[in-house]
């Protein structure tokens, strides 16, 4: 017997679409589309991963162990991220292709889609409100407990990756622009990116290293939560920030690097992005600044860090 009712089901099918933070904003989109059809914003999760797409450059190089540790430790950890997952199930056979679970009821990915064309479309449509990730409480208190008698925190999350590095924050500019909110009076936590090698002791003496971050999504999320104001790399983890039910305050450097196809801004603005508005999406709120110059200066982060505070 099911007890799951169609109306209510989604299924991220991962022979289409990515293994990546995109999944929040599949997430979002599903919420959106189920509340403009049923009434309802909670559902049932089916993540089928008997196939897995195999169409970028990136995911030409994973391996399988590879893509296994992104399923359970970037996709699944999202879904208790939001209350409106009631539940889900991971495949990894087709048992589910072959069942009557799936009906034309059910929201599905749309082959080899992009999530965020999507998302705008649907809430475009709807007007429906897509924030919907949260902090659970347990993260929060050792958020609280990591900030303890900080000042005015400042959470920084960076990007290292060994792909498309032309979007990378170099460790310089860290340093330089941790000294300066140092200077202004500020704490500053930094996030590494979970590709990370060389911070260790970067940035100023007094600024806090929080590897654990880089790992743990709900304590991620909880520091963007309780911070005067974060400054996050553009793509990956910040996707889940910008969608956080609490909207917390945050700085966006999101360079357009023209020889970088997802980077440039014929491919941004094709997925929906106002490229070089300070609030790209409708769903924006005006306490989240995007800056869209290459970050070969701090001076625009800091003052629009500072702006925030």
């Excluded at 022979?15 to 933070?21: A, D």
């Excluded at 498309?164 to 310089?172: K, L, Q, T, Y």
């Excluded at 304590?219 to 910040?238: D, W």
Aim: charged fraction near 20%.
């Amino acid at each position: 017997m099911n007890l799951i009712p169609k109306e209510n089901l989604v299924v991220y099918d991962l022979s289409q679409s990515p293994i990546t933070f995109d999944f929040a904003l599949f997430l979002a989109y599903a919420r959106v589309e189920l509340a403009k059809k049923s009434q309802s914003l909670d559902f049932f999760l089916h993540i089928s991963a008997d196939k897995w797409r195999n169409i970028t450059p990136r995911e030409k190089k994973y391996t399988l162990k590879e893509r296994l540790w992104r399923l359970h430790n970037l996709l699944i950890p999202m879904c208790g991220l939001s209350p409106n997952v009631l539940g889900y199930s991971v495949f990894l056979d087709d048992r589910w292709r072959q069942g009557e679970a799936i009906s034309e009821h059910a929201i599905c990915c749309e082959e080899n889609n992009d999530m965020t064309r999507f998302l705008v479309r649907a809430v475009s449509e709807g007007g429906i409100e897509p924030h919907l990730f949260k902090a659970p409480e347990v993260a929060l208190n050792y958020a609280d407990r990591i900030l303890a008698g900080s000042t005015r925190p400042i959470v920084v999350a960076v990007r290292e990756s060994s792909f498309e590095r032309a979007r990378n924050i170099s460790g310089e500019f860290i340093r330089k622009l941790s000294q300066q909110l140092a200077d202004a009076g500020h704490d500053v936590f930094i996030i590494p990116d979970q590709e990370t090698r060389s911070f260790g002791t970067a940035a100023n003496p007094s600024a806090k290293i929080l590897h654990e971050a880089a790992y743990n999504l709900p304590l991620r999320l909880a520091l963007h939560e309780k911070a005067a104001v974060s400054i996050c790399s553009s793509g990956g983890p910040m996707i889940l920030t910008s969608l956080a039910v609490t909207k917390p305050s945050f700085v966006v450097i999101n360079p357009v690097v023209p020889g970088v196809r997802v980077a440039s801004p014929e491919f941004l603005s094709s997925q929906g992005y106002d490229v070089g508005n300070v609030q790209p999406f409708s769903w924006t709120p005006s306490n989240q600044t995007w800056l869209w110059d290459p970050p070969v200066s701090t001076q625009p982060v800091l003052e629009a860090t500072l702006s925030l505070t």
